[in-house]
């Protein structure tokens, strides 16, 4: 029997699955993040019980994707105490001895919509997650999108809605997307949490025009066939057509966009789309097996 492993790591749980050659899930857990020590031990507790032929890990981060750096695989700067500069892919490749995809929580989102969810048709997509933080990943020509670095979409500068006078929710700038438009922004702004706004209060209106100012420099830049909106704040289904709407207005006629309810969609994976990216890229690494696993 064929075994692959997918570890969602996040700053809150880490997310562990084992699933067959089809990719069905046949186990999952879901660990609460605490030192690396406990939480590794953890992790590995978990697939000790398969003969796992790979696995594929989408971390929160900063993370070091850069297979020339000495630090590759690691978490690097995250604010999360005791977090810092773990080699988490280095622990688990060591562990297990098989091929390790090693990319972002988003990007592996985005990879699992784009084949299985609501990116099927397509071979360039962007996820974006709109929820404690802002993070997108991006899938280009059927390839997660990696540089010196990964994308860090949640943090591009956006210009001000008008009389728009909070004090950012990023302690590292004062104009983001995420300090301005992240579930703690909202909860600066009104004094209550997002989920318990109601659907009509005005925030709703601020909250579309920076994810559009987001969207439309993200549609300029890359051209993707279609952006998924995912994240606790998403679930605010209102803002999708405010979105749509105020996206064409920025946009002012210059781009002609795809069709805008096929175009800005939520996601169909649920709550899977970063196993299901992991599952699938966990799956690729092995298939190529990959110089970086030789060596
Ligand atoms: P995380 O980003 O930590 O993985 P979430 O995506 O659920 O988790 O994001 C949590 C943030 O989103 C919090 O700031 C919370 O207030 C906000 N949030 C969660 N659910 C909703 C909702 N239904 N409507 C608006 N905001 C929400
Ligand atoms: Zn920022």
Do not use: C, F, R, W
């Given at each position: 029997m064929t075994y692959y492993g997918s570890i969602e790591a996040g700053g809150t749980k880490f997310f562990c699955a084992v699933a067959d050659e089809q990719l069905n899930i046949i186990e999952r857990i879901n660990l609460p993040t605490r030192s690396p020590k406990v939480t590794l031990d953890e992790v590995f507790a978990f697939f000790d019980t398969y003969p796992l032929i790979a696995l594929g890990i989408g971390s929160f981060?900063?993370?070091?994707?850069?297979?020339?750096?000495?630090?590759?695989g690691y978490i690097t700067s995250t604010p999360k105490p005791g977090w810092q500069n773990i080699d988490l892919l280095g622990s688990l490749k060591e562990r297990y001895q098989v091929p390790v995809a090693w990319t972002t929580d988003v990007n592996a989102a985005a990879y699992g919509e784009m084949h299985l969810g609501a990116g099927k048709d397509t071979e360039s997509c962007i996820y974006l997650t709109v929820g404690t933080g802002v993070g997108g990943g991006a899938v280009v020509n059927g390839t997660v999108l990696q540089g010196f670095s990964h994308p860090e979409m949640g943090h591009i500068s956006v210009q001000r809605y008008p009389g728009d006078t909070v004090e950012s929710a990023c302690p590292y700038h004062d104009n983001c997307l995420e300090g301005l438009a992240a579930g703690p922004a909202l909860e600066k702004r009104t004094g209550i949490k997002g989920q318990l706004?109601?659907?009509?209060?005005?925030i709703w209106e601020i909250e579309a025009f920076y994810i559009a100012q987001a969207l439309m420099n993200y549609t300029l830049t890359l051209s993707p066939e279609k952006i998924i909106l995912g994240g606790g704040?998403?679930?605010?289904?209102?803002l999708f057509p405010k979105i749509r709407a105020s996206l064409e207005r920025q946009l002012g006629g210059y781009v002609a966009l795809p069709v805008l309810e096929d175009y800005i969609v939520g996601c169909d994976l649920g709550d899977n789309s970063g196993t299901m990216g992991c599952l699938l890229l966990a799956k690729e690494k092995c298939e190529i097996k990959s110089d970086e696993f030789v060596s």
């Open positions: 981060g900063p993370i070091d994707v850069n297979s020339k750096s000495s630090t590759y706004l109601e659907a009509t209060h005005d704040v998403m679930k605010q289904t209102q």
